[in-house]
Each structure stands twice: as C-alpha cells, then as structure tokens.
C-alpha cells in the first residue's frame, strides 16, 4: 500500500522577495488563471545553483519530482546542500505547498524538520507533548499512554514542566524527537536535526528510526549527510541534485552514486605543474592480466594497478603507499612498498574485494617526515558478484572484502 506518492512536484521561488512577487506579477497571476492559461512566470526561472549568480530573479528549487513510497519503508534523500532535500520534506509535511504537481498522502505526517519543529516557546514541555499529540489528531487519553516513554526517551524528565525557550539545543531536540517517534503517525520525517544531539542520543535515534520502520510498519524519510547512518536505517534512497532527482534506488547505489558523480575515470593522469616536486604520482591504471583498462571486475578475478611516477630528484628513505577505499570512502584497506620506481605494478588477489564500487587512495611518502606527492580517491573501478556464496544476500551490506577462515 503507497504511503507517499509525489507526482511532478515542482517548487519556485523569487530571490530577494517576500511572497510571490510583486502587485503586477499577482495580478498576471490571477489573469492567467482566470482565462485557463499556464502561470506565466511558470515559464522562466533557472536551475537552483547557488555557487552562480544566474540571470534570472526566479529559481526553481525542485522540478518534476516523482516518487512513490510504500508504506513501512525507510526512505534515505541525500544531495549536496542546496540540491532541494529539505524544500521536498516542507513540501511533503504540508509546511508549504508545491508551485506545480500534487502529493497524496495515506495517513498522518509527523516531522522533524528543524529544531523546535511545532513547539511553542512559552509552553512547558509537558504541554507541548499534549499539543503535537492533539495536532497529529490523537486524544488526550491516547498522549497519557505513550508520556512516560517520551520523557524517558527524551531524557529532560527535570525540565519536562519547565518552558522550552529555556532548554539548549540538544534538549530541544531530545523532546523533539521523542515525540515524533513516538505519537502515533503513520509516517515519520526527519530532516538533519540528529546533529545537535550528542553521540549517545543519535545513535539513540538511529535504533528508534529503525524499529519505527521495520518493527512498527512505519514509513521513514530521513535526511542526513551522515551517509552511514542514512545507509544504516534505509533500504531504498533518492539522489537530488540542484532540484532534480538524479538517482532513485537502493540506498548503497545511491550513496555509491552521489560520492562518486564528480569522478569517474578509472585513469588517473597528473596534468599539473610538477616541476617544483622531487618525485610525484605521474599516471595510475586498473587494469585486467591482459593489459586492458577496464572499469569492471569479476570478484575472482586480479585487480591489477599500474602506477607511472616522475622522478625530478631521487630522495632517499620514500615509500609508496596505496589505500583501497569503498563507496562510502572507507578504508578497506592498506599496502606499502618501501622503494619508489618510475614503474610499479601492484596486483589484488581473486576473491579479495565484495561487489561494490572501490577507489584509490596513493601517496609518495617519507614515513613520519612529509608526503611528496598524493592522489585522493581516484580511478573509480566496480567488483561485480554474480556467483560467490555471499550472492545470495543480495543487497544486504555484508563488508568490502571476503575473510580468510577456517570452520571448525
């Protein structure tokens, strides 16, 4: 059964101004409308970039966005900031209403979109708890029930009966949380708020958005740069990028997705000016036993790196060191060579690395004095998993490398 469903949603804002506009823009508007035409400021407006000044005083901050959610899903939406992921939770927790397209809803919405999200200042918290209650549509006799576990939960029990414009931050959210999670709503929305909460309380939150979703059958957006925590709780993901939706999928594709959309190439080549370095990484490639550059790799079969290095001036006591990250830019793990050529080849064994996407971390190193040259997070390249005995978990995240063990 759907629990959300966006169909075209698209958002636009005027930079600079309160509202819609101006009086003549409003009574275009209404014009427009009157006669059956489209919104004419529809029309225009620019991608929402906002590293660049555009020539447009309207921006889109989301455009033909289309999803459906099932009910009792996790739902993880990732973007760089500004790519629109909090304008889609305003606009799904009905804070504000889209420009274009229609959202359908099953059920009541709690959200936690900033912090002190429906909270009034001059209220205690115990009152406050009894208010968010009452506007999720629950009786009082409903509240009672579930107060004592919010308290607990939130933690402020000595504050509970005190105004809330006294508590800091962190406790703010604390309660916050615990009543979004814990009153009954069928779908629970949760913008970056986690953060201001200390580590302890997080990972707090993070069980509590899991049992929410697998254990109760709720449905859970979750907004986070944490993208372990986001991996962690969802099962499927949305990438949006300056308004768009990018990628919709699995969330370890998604996140995979995201970290690695700057740069793909499985060759990298040094075009900088390296004429003041005594040594520097000149050229890298993965390649196949055949000599073939290839982005994709079976996990039995060699992974093969190819390192070329420029040698302006040989130094004495230099290493290489080579890291191997995953899709999360992990470090999965770590080799050295303790003597630098203008060639060097380094080859990773069959059934070494799990399906996933992995990348390279290399530097010249003088141990414990100065790194003379570095390559971070390149030459992007995929293990595929067709047939191993971990395949069949499927999505299931089960690590980066298979283990050396013996049964007994």
Known sequence: MLALKAENISKQYRLGQVGTGTLSHDLNRFWAQIRGKEDPYLKIGETNDRSSKGNSEYVWSLRDINFEIEQGDAVGIIGRNGAGKSTLLKLLSKVTKPTTGKIYTNGRIASLLEVGTGFHPEMTGRENIYLNGAILGMTRKEITRKFDEIVDFSGVERYI???????????YVRLAFAVAAHLESEILIVDEVLAVGDAEFQKKC????????????RTVLFVSHDLNAVSQICQTGILLNQGLVE???AIRETVSTYLNSNNDSVIYLNQKDNSAKSMFIREIQVVKNNGEVSKEYLYNEPINFKFTIGINEKIKDTSF???ILDSRKRRVFSCEREFVDETM??????NT?????????????QPKVAQLDIAEDVCKFTVIDPGSYLSKHGEYDYGSVFGRYVWE
Request: net charge positive.
């Open 161 to 171: 009966d005190t105004p809330v414009k006294r508590y800091s931050s962190g406790m």
């Open 206 to 217: 993070l069980g509590k958005m899991g049992d929410v979703s697998k254990g109760e059958g």
């Open 247 to 249: 990628y919709k999928g």
């Open 321 to 323: 060191f080579v890291t």
């Open 345 to 350: 080849s380094l080859s990773i064994e069959p």
């Open 353 to 365: 690395l799990v399906r996933g996407s992995y990348s390279i971390h290399a530097f010249i190193n």
